[in-house]
Nanobody, 120 residues
Framework: QVQLVESGGGLVQPGGSLRLSCAASGSIVTIYVMGWYRQAPGKQRELVATIIKGGLTNYADSVKGRFTISRDNAENTVYLQMNSLKPEDTAVYYC??????????????WGQGTQVTVSS
């Protein structure tokens, strides 16, 4: 059984910062990709940023230069530092991991989501 548990969401004013964390636990052998996605009301879930085990990152154009993704491989944890937040960043943010568990092939797992609201 694998769990991804997010934390760090909340309400912040435009221009402010938040840091999201996501810890993966369970019978994990290795995690290849970890990432963050978001879904705003009435919109489809979209990619925010991903990071592979070696450290290569990928960002949505809308967050480049403002958000930074990082990971701690020893702790199976991924972070998203969000700076210069805008109202359009308001969404539920979901953690995602592509990982291998004991006795199983690689699979895709999601966290439960954490709300980020940017408003004055």
């Amino acid at each position: 059984q694998v769990q991804l548990v997010e934390s760090g969401g909340g309400l912040v004013q435009p221009g402010g910062s938040l840091r999201l964390s996501c810890a993966a636990s369970g019978s994990i052998v290795t995690i290849y990709v970890m990432g963050w996605y978001r879904q705003a009301p009435g919109k489809q879930r979209e990619l925010v940023a991903t990071i592979i085990k070696g450290g290569l990152t990928n960002y949505a154009d809308s967050v480049k230069g403002r958000f930074t993704i990082s990971r701690d491989n020893a702790e199976n944890t991924v972070y998203l530092q969000m700076n210069s937040l805008k109202p359009e960043d308001t969404a539920v943010y979901y953690c995602n991991a592509n990982l291998k568990t004991y006795g199983q092939a690689y699979g895709n797992y999601w966290g439960q989501g954490t709300q980020v609201t940017v408003s004055s």
